[in-house]
């Protein structure tokens, strides 16, 4: 079995720079993880009226209003099969810019057709977000996301994008230094920008056939 990413781009998984195939083929049958740790060069937020959005999502592991520069971080992606049966792919996230550590958390599955990424943000996984990839010419991955729902018990409706942003994400990986590339913006439609974030880190690829307790979400949501 390919992992979700290159079941998705198909050929143009090929197209990928060879350490981004490694990275993105993560996966249950490839039998390792791709942990990395690096420096945010600048994590950075919109104006002052953007930061009850990014409280919101902090107590979710969603968002932060922290800021800083030259901070120190970790990225792990560990492969496990859920409560439902679904192969998984944490994207966890975690950095300090205060005393208690800032998280995103983030798992990914593959929907059940088989064509897109369903990428699960927060600790309980509330929001269900689509995902668009590309890969350019110079053989790095773009991510965006697109559509959103909300899920908590019962309930379930389609985020309203005028309360949320739309995140784009591109990772390449510089060989002068040997360093994976990331950067992040997120946008609000109306609002502008609200978060964003770029660094650079180095990365190992354990053997793993699970995902540590610590990086799974509190509660995982079916619906995608």
Avoid at 47 to 72: E, K, Y
Avoid at 107 to 115: I, K, P, S
Avoid at 146 to 155: S, V
Avoid at 209 to 221: F, G, M, T, Y
Wanted: glycine share 8%; charged share 25%.
């Amino acid at each position: 079995m390919t992992s979700m990413f290159a079941t998705v781009l198909g050929d143009d998984f090929d197209r990928l720079h060879p350490m981004l195939q490694k990275r993105f083929g993560v996966g249950l049958d490839s039998c390792y993880a791709a942990v990395g740790t690096g420096v945010m060069s600048n994590i950075r937020r919109g104006p002052w009226w953007t930061v009850p959005f990014l409280w919101i999502g902090w107590f979710r592991n969603i968002l932060t209003p922290d800021i800083g520069s030259n901070v120190a971080f970790r990225i792990e992606n560990y492969p496990y099969r859920d409560p439902f049966g679904r192969e998984t792919i944490t994207f966890v996230r975690e950095y300090s810019v205060r005393s208690k550590p800032t998280r995103f958390d983030a798992t990914m599955v593959l929907n059940e057709a088989g064509d897109r990424i369903v990428d699960y943000l927060g600790t309980h996984q509330h929001l269900a977000v689509d995902l668009e990839l590309t890969v350019t010419d110079d053989g790095s991955l773009q991510l965006r996301s697109d559509a959103q729902r909300f899920y908590e018990g019962p309930i379930a409706f389609r985020f309203p994008m005028l309360f949320s942003g739309r995140a784009n994400l591109t990772e390449s990986f510089d060989d002068e230094t040997n360093e994976f590339v990331i950067s992040l913006e997120v946008r609000n439609r109306l609002w502008g920008f609200l978060f964003g974030y770029s660094g650079r880190f180095t990365c190992e690829f354990p053997e793993a056939a699970d995902a540590p307790q610590r990086l799974k979400p509190v509660r995982h949501e079916l619906r995608e």
